[in-house]
């Protein structure tokens, strides 16, 4: 895998050349493809670091194509931001469930743009230079220099984002975390008061660690505020 080498399939030319240029100016290398079959055609022979996957695309759309991502064990493990003109909150989420990391929405800033991509790779290298190697909490490990998380001694498989809030939470245990602060924590920006995005993903990583995911042991919702990793679950 490329260092910071980017995978950005986007159909617009003027967009290519606007993300390609301002991103390589920036120290990235940007490898642009016009639909996704090329895409995962060219992730046979080489791995980026980053995905950036606009959903309206001719062929399969980038909805798909994250989809696919997620499926391959040698991509599954792989940032993807999700690019698209469309708003609402549905396409959003559906973007989060099928395991997108972040989300723009255009038309957006060049400079917001950027600093997502820049915000992406800094938690990338923070998650490398950690000094604690391995949590165990009940029946979930969490080894945070490989980035796994097992269960019973099984292997699960969490998205990017699902890994980073597990990983907050834990080390935070016994703390109540607001949304707002998961937001800005594991999104690195300014969501807009989108708390339904950290939703969508406690409910697919409860669903993972949980033995019920109705009645959680381990992830607590405190009620008006956000969510606690419960503190006598955990131990070092």
Known sequence: MSEKMIFFVEDEK?????????????????????????????????????????????????FEICRR??????????????LTAKGEEFDKVLGLELGADDYITKPFSIREFVARVRAMYRRADSNENNEIEVIRAGNIKIDFLKREVFKDDKCLELSYKEFEILKLLILNKGKVLSRDTLLEKIWGFDYFGETRTVDVHIRY?????????NQPVYIETVRGIGYRFTDKEVDN
């Not at 990583?205 to 995911?213: P, T």
């Open 14 to 62: 003027h967009i290519q050349e606007l993300v390609k240029f301002n991103l390589e100016e920036k120290g990235y290398k940007v490898r642009v493809f016009e639909d996704g079959e090329s895409l995962l055609k060219e992730c046979k022979h080489a791995l980026p670091s980053l995905f950036i996957l606009d959903v309206m695309l001719p062929g399969i759309d980038g």
């Open 205 to 213: 990583l409860r669903q993972k660690i949980e033995d019920n995911d």
């Open 69 to 82: 991502i997620r499926q391959d064990n040698h991509l599954k493990k792989i940032p993807v931001i999700i």
